[in-house]
């Protein structure tokens, strides 16, 4: 039984809850309703009123802030005249130079979605907190928005690399688990396919850096459509999913997913929990190390050294026995390595 | 200092101890301080992982005490440690987040960030009339940020500004109402106007950190947003944070030994300078993104920058993996030679900013590196070689460590507390490293400095000639005082406040020893990747070679 963890969702401001406390909600529900703001316009206001620009903060009804309505007076002066709102906005200046209003015009209303299943808990300013019962996995790092999908494994190894030529129509809109490492090929062309994230053991910094360089142009140019989410595992570079953590994905292929890259969090609904991680490892531990040399290789842990013994690196640490998975005995820091243990009952 | 009583049983053996402990965000660093032959002492220090739990700590203090305890107590003094009165401090659980909204990005707000890093606020949104970003997208940007407060600077005090009413005015339409509170550190003509765009009671005004072209004013906003981060992220025991109390013990250490003392803090998330004069008065700058696991590391050209400076052929990619890794397992510790040399070369590139964005450490007495990477650096001469090369402290200043981490727990004690904490421990809190003399300046082909290193009941070394690049370590061990006979050249300065050409300083020698580090500052690179690896390879076998002593001189 999975227990249900609380989950923020940041509302951007502006945004009207159109969701209850106790109420459930779905991955692809609508949470609230937000109107965005679009390229300002200036509004003369003392030219209408025949005064000078530089009086234009005596005239004013509103202030720079406040939204208003179409038709909402700006300016009045008793007997000449009014300035009303053109458009519905938000005020942003008024300009003692030209004697104009800064308005920013409101888009149209656009749908705020939440991209989790559960339980509203509380609605706070700026947030709203979901109760999520759900596997939860949060990985060392990620990118890119909120998704939710179906999980799909992509690669056939825990340490096999995500190629493009593994990507086609099938993944649109899931949840791509790969292996070690995709490309920034790769992840373009995931996007483009219209895969709605991706579940990485490592990735090159450079390889994510370039992809999301190319995402920032796309968005600059206009006609970029749909989120795309990237979690990272293990850590950077050409890093394996851990085989156990590789199993478990496999075992819930299908199940409704959700991905917040920025955070680097994952949600597995309907799920067995996920072979969790111990920070200190024991003796007999299944573990996995987190550096270089063995970065993400697992073992076994076979024994404690006693005392301090330095590293390769010269630092002096607590050092573990480690027997990894290709038969080698290496000497690792136990600060460097992390216990990975099963769910019972599974 | 703070001790449990205890109640005395007949017969039976007992001890005083207390725990000095300080929780970081990814290690956790603790001091037992005991009494031995009547005077309290560290007896045994540890750092773990902070995700490792509490009795593994104690074992680890309690195996290290062994054999060396009192054999009467030795066999409880695991559980005498569980139940040791302690002194902690920890790592603010999160940072306090907060949009900048300013005029222009090189003056109001850079100053407004800097007083706002410094304060240990992270500037997670900025935006300025000249950052090429159209208004609705400065707009957007402020509505999408998950901020605790806002802070808008702009305008001179003379001139006031439109441009500064119109951030203004874009703050108070993306902030929307709301508790958050605004901070205004702009024109002083233009505070009710500002105000009149905010419901009441919710706009501060603060003195502009930039109130003309050439003049900068950081301090009253700096500490009005030492407050505000207190009242709004760490409500009380502002004490018990570890920025806190290594300030307040540097400060406390500066006051008591009546030297100028500069203290760095570098930890996984935060960075703390912490500068303090004769008379204790202190400054300090928390940075809450400022530590190892800085996102401006990673940041575009970090990577390629790191690269630059260190000593091994180690490509851009592989140096971003690293950091990137040490960002995301700050708990876990560099396992070869190539991740130490890349956590080393991050950690000077921080100490380089640290001590850029502040006041420059001129006329310093004592340096003092805390936090793990330097305060555990396999050898003390690379911790040396680390608090040299990032912070190039001008001058002839004395080094040394903290490599307990007890100076943040100390400063968690009450004023009086603290000069009797710093007093009863000072032999064994600091790990001193001996001195260096760091100049600037100087001419190809001439001689920086000669330098002849009288010590006391020994002979005379030197003299020693340090050319333009160069540097020298001469053996001086801990404690042994020494007197420099310094000869500069015209062209080079160790800002003095007069430039004497010849000079003479009393030092004290230490781990390392006496440094002569005639490499300028900031350090003067070749261009050439080769060159340039070979002159950082040079420097740092100078440092890490065993010291000989140059020929002795006359008696």
């Known amino acids: 039984m999975i227990e249900a963890s609380l989950h923020r969702i940041h509302l951007p401001r502006g945004t009207v809850v159109s969701v209850q406390v106790g109420a459930e909600i779905r991955p692809d529900e609508v949470i609230g309703m937000r109107r965005g703001a679009m390229a300002p316009v200036r509004v003369p206001v003392t030219r209408p009123l025949r005064r000078q620009p530089a009086e234009i903060e005596e005239l004013l009804v509103v202030r720079p802030g406040e939204r208003v309505e179409a038709e909402q007076p700006l300016a009045l002066v008793e007997g000449a005249g009014v300035v009303l709102a053109p458009v519905a906005g938000l005020v942003l200046a008024a300009s003692g130079r030209d004697g104009t209003l800064l308005l920013a015009p409101l888009a149209a209303e656009e749908t705020v979605i939440g991209h989790v299943r559960g339980r509203v808990r509380a609605v706070e300013e700026g947030s709203l907190v979901i109760e999520v019962p759900a596997a939860r996995l949060h990985g060392v790092g990620g990118s890119g928005e909120a998704v939710h999908g179906e999980l799909v494994v992509g690669v056939p190894n825990p340490g096999d690399e995500l190629r493009a030529g593994a990507i086609d129509a099938g993944a649109t809109g899931k949840i791509l688990v790969g292996g070690s490492r995709a490309s920034a090929e790769t992840l373009t062309r995931a996007r483009a396919m219209g895969v709605a994230g ?36 293990e850590g950077f570079g050409k890093v394996g999913i851990d085989p156990q953590l590789f199993s478990w994905f496999r075992a819930h ?73 290709d038969g080698r005995l290496a000497p690792v820091p136990l600060a460097n390595i992390e216990a990975t243990v099963v769910a019972e009952g599974r | 200092m703070t001790t449990e009583a205890r109640s005395l049983e007949v017969g039976r053996a007992t001890s005083e101890l207390s725990l000095l402990v300080d929780i970081g965000s990814a290690w956790t660093k603790a001091a037992v301080v005991g009494r031995a032959l009547g005077r309290w002492r560290i007896a045994a220090h540890a750092a773990q992982p902070s995700a490792w739990d509490e009795a593994e700590l104690i074992a680890t203090l309690a195996a290290r005490l062994a054999g060396r305890a009192d054999p009467r107590v030795s066999a409880r003094i695991a559980s005498l440690l569980a139940d040791a009165p302690r002194i902690a401090v920890h790592t603010p659980a999160r940072p306090g987040r907060i949009a900048l909204a300013a005029v222009s990005s090189e003056l109001s707000g850079q100053a407004a960030r800097r007083a706002a890093e410094a304060a240990g606020w992270v500037v997670v949104e900025a935006v300025t009339v000249d950052d090429g970003r159209p208004v609705v997208d400065r707009l957007s940007a402020l509505q999408s940020a998950e901020v605790d407060a806002w ?144 996102p401006t590391l990673t940041a575009p050209g970090g990577p390629a920058r790191i690269a630059r400076g260190l000593p091994l052929a180690i490509d851009e990619l592989a140096v971003a993996d690293a950091l990137q890794n040490l960002r995301a397992r700050p708990g876990s510790i560099p396992q070869t030679d190539e991740e130490l040399a890349v956590v080393h070369g991050a950690a000077r590139d921080l100490l380089a900013d640290l001590a850029a964005n502040g006041p420059q450490p001129q006329g310093v007495d004592l340096l003092i590196g805390s936090g793990r990477t330097i305060g555990s650096a396999p050898l003390p001469a690379q911790a040396m070689q680390l608090l040299l090369d990032g912070i190039r402290p001008i001058g002839i200043v004395q080094v040394a460590i903290d490599p307990a981490g007890a100076l943040g727990p100390l400063g968690a004690l009450r004023d009086d507390e603290i000069v009797e904490g710093l007093g009863t421990l000072r032999d064994d809190l600091l790990t001193p490293l001996g001195a260096a003399v760091v100049c600037r300046g100087g001419r190809p082909g001439h001689l920086s400095m000669r330098v002849t290193v009288h ?46 050409r010849r000079l003479r300083a009393s030092v004290t020698g230490g781990a390392v020893g006496v440094v002569l580090d005639a490499r300028d500052a900031p350090l003067l690179l070749p261009r050439r990747s080769d060159d340039r690896r070979t002159v950082l390879s040079a420097w740092r076998d100078t440092f890490l070679r065993e010291v000989r002593p140059p020929a002795e001189g006359a008696a």
């Open chain 1, 198 to 233: 991706i579940v990485l053991g490592g990735v090159l910094h450079k390889e994510l850096r370039d992809f999301e360089a190319i995402q920032r142009r796309r968005r600059e140019a206009g006609g970029m459509t749909g989120a795309f989410g990237i979690l990272l595992v």
């Open chain 1, 253 to 325: 292929a299908g199940r409704v997913a959700s991905l917040f890259g920025a955070d680097g969090l994952l949600y597995v609904y309907d799920a067995a929990p996920l072979p969790s991680r111990r920070a200190l490892a024991k003796v007999g531990d299944r573990v996995i190390a987190h550096r270089r040399p063995f970065q993400g290789r697992g073992g076994v842990l076979v024994g404690l050294m006693e005392d301090l013994h330095a590293a390769q690196s010269g630092i002096p640490t607590r050092m573990a026995l480690v027997r990894f998975e």
């Open chain 2, 151 to 294: 802070l808008i600077a702009g305008g001179f005090d003379e001139e006031g500004g439109e441009g500064a009413l119109e951030v203004a005015g874009l703050v108070a339409a993306a902030r929307g109402g709301g508790k958050s509170p605004v901070v205004w550190a702009g024109s002083a003509g233009l505070t009710e106007r500002v105000g009149a765009f905010f419901e009441p009671g919710v706009l501060r005004a603060v003195a502009n950190p930039r109130p003309s072209a050439d003049r900068e004013n950081l301090l009253p906003l700096r500490r009005y947003l030492d407050g505000l981060i207190e009242r709004l992220v760490e409500r009380g025991a502002a004490r018990q944070l570890a920025p806190i109390g290594f300030g307040r013990a540097v400060a406390e250490l500066a006051r008591a030994s009546h030297l100028r003392v500069v203290g760095v803090d570098l930890g996984a998330r935060y960075a703390t300078w912490a500068s303090a004069d004769e008379n204790g008065m202190a400054e300090s700058r928390v940075v809450a993104l400022g530590g190892l696991a800085s």
């Open chain 2, 455 to 500: 010590r006391v009941g020994w002979r005379s070394l030197g003299p020693i000639e340090v050319r333009p690049g160069q540097l020298e370590v001469v053996p001086l061990p801990r404690g042994q005082v020494a007197e420099l006979e310094i000869e500069l050249d015209p062209a080079v300065s160790l800002s003095a406040p007069r430039r004497a």
